[in-house]
């Protein structure tokens, strides 16, 4: 990789029209998803993993270790990578999954680090027969993406994937459901509120207003259909167990950016489980 094309992962402007760019061909899986993402993440729309570093960078400190095997199981962007970056370990074997080319052609072109074997593999995490390959899992907000009568064999695929004594981190963001009126309202709501974010922010946008703005309708409608499809804690943990993980210890996360609909505030909570 030249040193021309190369990203850093704290550029979330550079980030944000890589994404753009990369995504016009490939975000097709994901109905134009991560185009709009680094966007999102730049102006402030979205909260990323940032809202659940106090909480993982610790964890990861104690459960990294040099020479680890490392899945991260879905990526919208480089910010799991980057995560991983701040740990002490070296070496580090890191191999990112995704269905969608975009995120995995963005880390593809991070700068390269001392002691990081970065890879990608483009595959529906449901489908993958890797067996005890890693270390430690991390997946962050990636369930709630999958359909619910799938989520069962993508957590029985990471199970599969656990070597013996490695463990899997997986942050999950449970959120009640949306009444029938919340629901009609709720695209509206979040599209005004991103663009009051993007227009605010500063951050110039990867492409035209309008292609975006067509991106975005897209984008609310979807996070409108995943509020609800994981409201508890205790429903994600009875997901992980039936699905062969057992549960080490769990931690509060953060709190996503709540939209108001129809006057009250609708967040989505972060759980963080460590699990074997």
């Not at 962007?77 to 963005?106: E, F, G, Y």
Request: with cysteine; proline share 4%; aromatic share 4%.
């Amino acid at each position: 990789m030249s040193a021309s094309l190369s990203l850093s992962v704290e550029d979330l402007i550079g980030l944000s029209a890589a994404g753009w760019t990369l995504g016009e061909t490939r975000c097709v899986a994901c109905g134009g998803y991560h185009r709009v993402w680094g966007l999102l993440r730049a102006a402030g729309v979205v909260g990323g993993t940032a809202v659940d570093t106090v909480v993982l960078a610790p964890l990861l400190d104690t459960l990294v270790r040099p020479g680890a095997r490392v899945l991260i199981a879905g990526a919208a962007d480089a910010a799991i990578v980057a995560l991983l970056m701040t740990t002490a370990a070296r070496p580090l074997d890191i191999t990112v999954v995704d269905i969608c080319s975009t995120p995995l052609r963005i880390i593809e072109r991070l700068e390269a680090q001392d002691g990081l074997t970065v890879r990608t593999l483009r595959t529906d995490l449901a489908e993958m027969t890797t067996a005890s390959a890693f270390d430690l899992i991390l997946s962050h907000s990636m369930l709630p993406f999958v359909d619910g009568d799938r989520r069962i064999a993508v957590v029985r695929a990471l199970g599969r994937a656990l070597a013996p004594g490695g463990r899997a981190v997986i942050v999950v963001r449970t959120a009640p459901a949306l009444s029938a009126a919340d629901r009609e309202a709720h695209d509206k709501a979040w599209l005004d509120r991103a663009w009051r974010r993007i227009d605010g922010s500063g951050v110039p946008l990867p492409g035209p207003r309008s292609e975006i703005d067509t991106i975005l309708v897209r984008f609310a409608a979807m996070r409108r259909g995943h509020l609800g499809g994981l409201q508890t804690a205790e429903e994600v943990v009875d997901l992980l167990e039936a699905g062969g993980l057992r549960l080490i210890s769990s931690h509060a996360g953060g709190d996503s950016t709540a939209v108001t609909v129809n006057g009250a505030a609708h967040v989505r909570r972060s759980h963080v489980f460590v699990c074997a």
